[in-house]
């Protein structure tokens, strides 16, 4: 496999998180899944930069969004698949 557009701990996984700069929207990104040695394929709708995340599946409004196995927060917004996920539509159940 070539390297990896973006990468994905765990198969319970909503988000991906993009290891590459200038991903564009309309790129099909290829992702290693590390838990299980997989690939898989997402077309961003946004750009992404560097170290954001990347929608694996459509998100609804008050989703748990996991991240390397973990919850991080909920959706604000829904979030599609391919969508830039962030501080924008997402945030931490702390506060």
Same mark, same amino acid.
């Given at each position: 496999?070539? %390297?990896p557009h973006f990468l994905v701990h765990n198969a319970k996984d909503t988000v991906g998180v993009v290891v590459?700069?200038?991903?564009?929207?309309?790129?099909t990104l290829t992702g290693w899944v590390m838990e299980s040695d997989a690939t898989i394929k997402v077309k961003a709708l946004?750009?992404?930069?560097?170290g954001h995340k990347l929608a694996l599946k459509n998100?609804?409004?008050?989703d748990t969004i996991v991240k390397y196995g973990h919850?991080?927060?909920? %959706?604000? %917004? %829904?979030?599609?698949?391919?969508?830039?996920?962030?501080?924008?539509?997402?945030?931490?159940?702390?506060?």
């Open positions: 496999m070539a %390297a590459v700069e200038g991903v564009k929207a309309g790129s946004d750009p992404i930069p560097l998100i609804k409004k008050g919850d991080i927060g909920r %959706a604000l %917004a %829904a979030i599609g698949a391919g969508r830039h996920a962030h501080v924008h539509n997402m945030k931490t159940k702390r506060w």
